[in-house]
């Protein structure tokens, strides 16, 4: 297994890492049983995401891809966020080993459940907007 | 990144060829290239040293020339005697029951799993948490069905060394045969295996600054055992195929080597683990996998809470230090380590484990640089994960395996 020169600098050097005091909306998905927990922090201004954080227990591209997706999503409109896909996260990481498709597929839900927090607390019920948070179908993991 | 030195701390996966090994097999790939079965001088001048090779790896072991048998790695040794055996105790005396550990080697362990598809039934003896089989326990689990019990001498990844001379005598009492995986134990444990009551045992040449692709079986006389590869006449029958002349002649000077050696190797390892074991311990919410008493002078295995194996492996990688892990992610499958979670680890714990293995090529230094390094990679991704935050926070609690 040998990870892209894109995914090795995103995991040595992660972009907006930490944790994020003032935040909008925080959403964690996955679990440590699996190895992989990522949780993103994100800010709204109007109905842009003026800025995001994550932090992420697990292995390199869990690493690698939650620090791409908050790159990904910076300054764009929820509306855009949304739309994020896991693929494009991979692509954007000039592709991860087949094993790791499942940390992709982390990171897009990160991003909405994320999205789904803010809106609660705005009192306005995630569902019709963000729609159902996929399982990750990659993970047969029992728990 | 600033990197400072390299260290190969991963000695339990395979070690670099010593110029003393390279050395004695150069000859057989240039001048003696003859095949040992064929009767004029260049043939002989390759048989010759076989047969010396022969019978300096049974010294090592305290077993005769005809008990040793050359293989090309220790899977296809425990393969052999699992299989082998096993069929023949059926063939001969109709018993199909095997006992085995929970933390053997895959090779051991996919081998008992084929014979259970062929009708064999399998028990897996529990493992403790101080990475020890219960001889007790073995005892109990002997039936007039069992036809072989094969343990590990020292376990590769905790390196925990099992009391094989009594689990020997269980087996030699109860008429039973006796296989130990012996590739880790090798030039680190004294290996006799007429007192220590061994049928058969395994060993692996790369373990051992052979290279990669020799190992060999040691049967003791009289085991029935099924022929591995059937063909010519080579290794008394048993195992057809022209020999690996230069690289058995390289297995047995580095078994030679490493079992004279033994005393040395021990007495030089141990301060080095120690010292590793009593500065990782120092780390918050860390574990020592497996007995600190009964382990092999050069490993060490450790958890620690809320980091991923994997991830501490990259970062080590970085600094010019080879680890191994026994995280899921460096498997490619779902759950971490058999071996960790055959001890009572939760996969929580066990996801964040690092193994660090050590040889003849390392020193004091390397220690140092480990102690330097690791705490800061330990701490670093501990500020990012949340199950650190959780486990910091009281959320979740994993100390009673600590």
């Known amino acids: 297994m040998a990870y892209s020169e894109k995914v090795m600098d995103h995991f040595a050097n992660p972009r907006n890492v930490g944790e994020m005091k003032d935040f909008s909306g925080v959403g964690e998905v996955g679990n440590p049983k699996c190895g992989d927990i990522m949780r993103m922090y994100i800010k709204v201004e109007g109905d842009t995401i003026t800025d995001v954080s994550f932090m992420t227990f697990g292995c390199g591209a869990a690493i690698a891809t939650s620090s791409m997706a908050t790159e990904l999503i910076k300054g764009k409109p929820i509306s855009e966020a949304l739309k994020l896909t896991n693929k494009a996260v991979m692509e954007a990481l000039d592709g991860l080993p087949a094993v790791k498709v499942h940390c992709s597929v982390l990171a897009e839900q990160a991003i909405k459940a994320a999205v789904s927090d803010y809106y609660r607390r705005q009192g306005i019920d995630p569902a019709p907007i963000v729609g159902e948070i996929p399982e990750c179908e990659e993970c047969g993991c029992s728990v | ?402």
Not at chain 2, 23 to 37: D, H, I, Q, T, V
Not at chain 2, 191 to 200: H, P
Not at chain 2, 220 to 234: C, H, K, T
């Open chain 2, 1 to 402: 990144m600033d990197q400072k030195r390299k260290v190969y701390a991963d000695n339990a996966a395979t070690t670099a060829v010593s110029e003393e090994v390279l050395e004695a097999m150069l000859p057989f790939y240039r001048e003696a290239y003859g095949n040992p079965s064929s009767l004029y001088e260049l043939g002989q001048e390759a048989k010759a040293p076989l047969e010396r090779a022969r019978a300096d790896t049974a010294a090592c072991l305290g077993a005769k020339p005809n008990e040793i048998y050359f293989t090309s790695c220790g899977s296809e040794s425990d393969n052999w005697a699992i299989k082998g055996a096993a069929r023949a105790q059926r063939r001969k005396h109709g018993k199909t029951h095997i006992i085995t550990s929970a933390f053997e080697h895959h090779a051991v362990l996919h081998t008992c799993g084929a014979l259970e598809k062929e009708g064999f039934t399998v028990t897996y003896l529990p493992v403790h948490e101080d990475g020890l089989v219960r001889p007790e326990e073995l005892s109990q689990a002997i039936t007039d069905n069992t036809a072989l019990v094969t343990i590990m001498y020292a376990n590769n990844e905790i390196g925990t060394i099992q009391p094989v001379e009594e689990l020997g005598r269980i087996c030699r009492e109860r008429g039973v045969l006796f296989h130990t995986d012996a590739v880790q134990a090798v030039g680190n444990v004294h290996i006799d295996v007429k007192a220590q009551n061994i049928d058969m045992l395994s060993l692996s040449g790369h373990k051992i600054h052979a290279p990669k692709g020799v190992g060999a079986l040691y049967i003791r006389a009289g085991v029935p055992i099924e022929n591995f590869m059937d063909g010519g006449a080579q290794e008394r029958g048993r195992r057809a195929g022209t020999e690996n002349v230069a690289q058995i002649v390289g297995l047995a000077t580095a078994i030679k080597r490493a079992t004279e050696t033994i005393d040395e190797r021990v007495a030089r390892l141990t301060p080095m683990r120690d010292k590793l074991i009593e500065g990782l311990s120092k780390i918050e919410r860390s574990r020592l996998n497996g007995s600190r008493e009964h382990r092999l002078p050069g490993n060490v295995s450790f958890c620690f809470q809320g980091v991923e194996g994997e991830s501490l492996l990259l970062l080590l990688d970085m600094h010019g230090i080879s680890a191994s892990s026994g995280s899921a992610c460096t498997s490619g499958s779902l759950d971490p380590s058999h071996v960790l979670l055959s001890i009572g680890l939760p996969h929580e714990v066990a996801h964040g484990s690092l193994r660090l293995s050590f040889g003849d090529y390392n020193t004091m230094e390397d220690i140092d640089y480990i102690l330097e390094v690791l705490p800061g990679i330990i701490e670093r991704l501990r500020n990012m994960s949340p199950l650190w935050d959780a486990i910091r926070q009281g959320k979740v609690n994993y100390d009673e395996y600590m």
